[in-house]
């Protein structure tokens, strides 16, 4: 569990939430039952190619400093190999009476996540390649969450899921590679990365998400305006959060160098994640 991030965990647990309650004002109140199945496939997955990737990351977390357990030799990866095949296959076998289309979207995913970390070319290593999965991984969950409730008819996303999911998805690409690049620079560069940080250095990925957290804030303020999605207290939440990381973003350019300074802006960009996911609940719900 520590090597998968329960962090992560909870946050993929919340945007296939919010996936489902933000389409209840279309496809009405959607099966409890049904509901935390889908939860569980989905977080399985994410389980699953987590530590597949922790498996693969221990050059880099090692020269990171990072404490994840098998970089610092307390988890054998071999079975950590095991177990995340095993988590794997439970997330499909977990979508078997639930909506089809709920078996392509964790397959889907799982795909995603061996393509990512995995041999011959880890997706990994381009940056280009990153954003793109992180994007349809995040899109992933909201779909999921849309098919819960939707019972897999095919009727029309609400706007609030849709601008919902943008925002999400932006945040995680535009705010949280560059947060995350600013503390393993060293790893990476080790590695061959060619992320923002190793290629600009520090002081532009701070700019670059300093810009990108204010644009999105922008963005969600003015779908609630002049669309009418139902998102103000989100909006709120994400313009906390883009000041946040403004100001961590601002310590790491004035000089700070150890890695625990460097995590700030990751750190302030995990907490909003969360912060605006459960206010879309509580409004949603």
């Known amino acids: ?26 496809t009405g109140p959607a099966d409890p039952l049904k509901v935390a199945q889908g939860t569980a496939a989905w977080v399985l997955s994410i389980f699953a190619i987590y530590l597949f990737n922790g498996v693969n990351d ?3 977390d090692r020269v990171n400093g990072s404490t994840r357990p098998i970089a610092w030799g307390a988890l054998d ?16 076998g977990a979508t078997l009476d639930l909506p089809a289309p709920m078996t392509g979207i964790i397959g889907a995913n799982l795909v995603l996540g061996y393509l990512y970390s995995g041999p011959p070319a880890p997706l990994k290593e381009s940056s280009c390649a990153t ?7 995040g899109l992933l969950s909201y779909l ?3 098919t819960i409730a939707s019972g897999g ?14 925002l999400s998805v932006g945040w995680m690409t535009l705010v949280g590679v560059p947060a995350k690049d600013l503390s393993d620079c060293a790893g990476d560069a080790a590695a061959g990365r060619r992320t923002i940080v190793v290629t600009r250095g520090a002081r532009a990925a701070t700019w670059f998400m300093s810009v990108s957290a204010s644009l999105l804030v922008v963005g969600v303020f003015a779908a609630v305006a002049l669309l009418g999605a139902a998102l103000l207290g989100v909006a709120l939440a994400a313009l906390a959060g883009a000041v946040a990381v403004i ?13 625990r300074e460097q995590r700030r802006p ?7 994640q969360h912060l605006v996911h459960i206010t879309a609940l509580i409004s949603g719900i």
Request: glycine share 8%; net charge positive.
């Open 1 to 26: 569990m520590v090597e998968a991030r329960p962090a992560v965990l909870t946050v993929s647990a919340l945007r296939f939430l919010v996936g489902v309650v933000l389409s209840m004002p279309v």
């Open 58 to 60: 221990v050059a880099e």
């Open 77 to 92: 990866p071999r079975s950590a190999s095991y177990v995340a095949a095993a988590a794997a296959a439970l997330a499909l």
């Open 131 to 137: 954003v793109a999965v992180l994007v349809v991984s």
């Open 144 to 146: 999921g969450g849309f």
């Open 153 to 166: 008819q095919a009727v029309a996303a609400p706007t609030g899921l849709l601008v919902f999911a943008a």
């Open 247 to 259: 100001g961590a973003g601002r310590r790491v350019r004035s000089g700070w160098t150890e890695r």
């Open 266 to 272: 990751y750190r302030a960009f995990m907490v909003t």
